[in-house]
């Protein structure tokens, strides 16, 4: 006997961006029958956000590119209703939604009309908008957020008339990376990215990989102000330039991209009385169901759950809210999937650089309770002697009592090599693997993809090490830190021609013993004072700080991914 479905007849969905047209597309196709109604503010629908700055820094021409299909269909009004099945209204706003008579009502923007419209289930799509800070100027022309097509095509249209030789971005999140490019690399603009906290991508990477990232867009003349607020922006009466007033200065810039993060756009959700968390997301259950049973949200205008540290979370990616809708579209009609949560994987294009991160970062993972430790280290992204190896720098991340594996980074010239590892940990993550798994942990080889023994099992093997107490570490930046302000000295184990230009830049604070010579000089070392040992990578140094312990000088501590990191951190050095 077949069971039939309990299909709900009519469905409307208010917003049609990302997760709006995934539910209604694949509702159609699960009930040929349904009434389904996709309603958005705006005329442009089903676009690929996430491709906004690529269209303003130039690696996408066309604006249409973001909202046609793989067939170069474009999706519109029309695309929905001749290809999809599904009725499209825009410029319609939703205004009220009244739960008890499960009605929406909503205005047409074009005309200022009133209608009510009454639903079996409703779809919250509403997603999130750019945060504009409180700051006096914020509202000025000029000053862009990057929130919609509409904002990208007019701040284009700006740079491709030559009105811009002066930019600053305001904010170093995953935007505000981007868009910094976008107006450096093709546009060539003078750039200047300010950041109140004390490092890039605060909320995403730990202190290590951050400041590879701010060297790399250092490297590329990006004027980078960390620790830095912005206090007001002023227009110049006699010119359209503006000037940026900031904790410590006053920028001069044509244009200024407050780039400073987004805020779900849950009012509506709130005034119907439906729950919110903390951070302003709507709550759902695990079957995106908000409290009202008739009513489901997903995309960047809930909270979810993170997988690692267990706590609520907002997470606005086009390809979570993608995975959401299915599974809200399976519920919908009378099936039962369920989104377990995110541990937050993302990753993120840098000039040459790919980024790439998932779970906690060490400040992340001690605010939830966690005793964080982790290991750096650098490696070549496919087997050494393999032509196009690049490095690549894996930051992994545990806790030091359950030796549970808590989050892990990467950056290096090769993003997909860098995404694939950081996704390989990514999907282990939600089942609590911990650090001996990672070290046996089974990926793919050959030369040209990767090493013998991959960088993410010797991320394992040295955090196995330090957890075990025989690598004792410390991080590049802190060494840097600590180098730069007071007289501390370095045991550098590399050949005597990689070591001799920081002989003559740094005298006697810095010792050379070449590898193959330290057993037979260990009796040159002082063992009364700390020492730093540093090589290539932090292989060798790592192998030294074993032979000396075993002669009985304890006194060491190793740079974490050796001359490489350090190159990555601060090339000056």
Known sequence: MIQEKIMAKKIIIIGAVALGPK????????????????????????????????????????????????????????????????????????????????????????????????????????????????????????????????????????????????????????????????????????????????????????????????????????????????????????????????SRDTIEADIVVIAAGVRPNSELATSAGLAVGQSGGILVDRRLRTNDPNIYAGGDCIETRNLVSGENMLMALGSLANRQGRIIATNISGGSSHFQGTVGTFCVKVFDQGVSKAGLTFRQAKETGFDPIYAVVSQADHAHFYPSSEMIYLSLLADRKSRRILGVEAIGKHGDAVKS??????????????????????????????????????????????????????????????????MVRVLDIRGEREAQPFIEKYGERWLNIPQPELRGRVNEIP???????????????????????AKGIVNTRQVQGGYAMIHMTDPTF
């Open 23 to 246: 539910v209604a597309c694949r509702l159609r196709r699960l009930d040929p029958d349904a009434d389904i109604l996709l309603i958005d503010r705006d005329d442009l629908i089903s676009y690929g956000g996430c491709g906004i700055p690529y269209y303003v820094g130039g690696d996408i021409n066309d604006l249409e590119d973001l909202y046609s299909t793989t067939s170069h269909a474009i999706r519109d009004v029309e695309f929905f209703r001749d290809c999809k099945g599904v009725k499209v209204m825009t410029r319609v706003e939703a205004v009220e939604i009244d739960r008890r008579a499960q009605s929406l009502k909503i205005k047409h923007l074009a005309t200022g009309e009133i209608e009510s419209l009454d639903y079996d289930k409703l779809v919250l799509a509403t997603g999130a908008k750019a945060f504009r800070p409180p700051f006096p100027g914020a509202d000025l022309e000029r000053v862009f957020t990057i929130s919609d097509l509409h904002d990208a095509e007019q701040l284009k249209s700006l740079m491709t008339a030559g009105k811009v030789g002066r930019a600053v971005v305001i904010g170093g999140g995953a935007i505000g990376l981007e868009i910094t490019e976008a107006l450096t690399d093709l546009w060539g603009i003078e750039t200047t990215l300010i950041e109140m906290e004390d490092q890039l991508l605060p909320t995403l990477l730990g202190k290590c990989i951050a400041r590879a990232v701010a060297t790399e867009l250092r490297a590329h003349d990006v004027e980078l102000l960390l620790s830095e607020r912005v206090m007001a922006i002023a227009k110049d009466e006699n010119s359209p330039a503006l000037r940026v007033q900031t």
């Open 421 to 486: 590892r950081v996704d390989t940990i990514a999907v282990l993550l939600k089942h609590g693997i911990d650090v001996d798994e990672v070290c046996s942990l089974e990926t793919a080889y050959a030369p040209p993809f990767a090493s013998a023994m991959d960088v993410i099992n010797n991320a394992g093997n040295a955090l196995d090490n330090v957890l075990a107490g025989y690598n004792r570490t410390i991080d590049a930046a802190d060494f840097l830190d600590v180098f730069h302000h007071g």
């Open 527 to 549: 063992e009364d004072e700390q020492l730093y040992l540093f090589c290539d990578t932090g292989a060798r140094s790592y192998e030294a700080q074993v032979f000396l312990a």
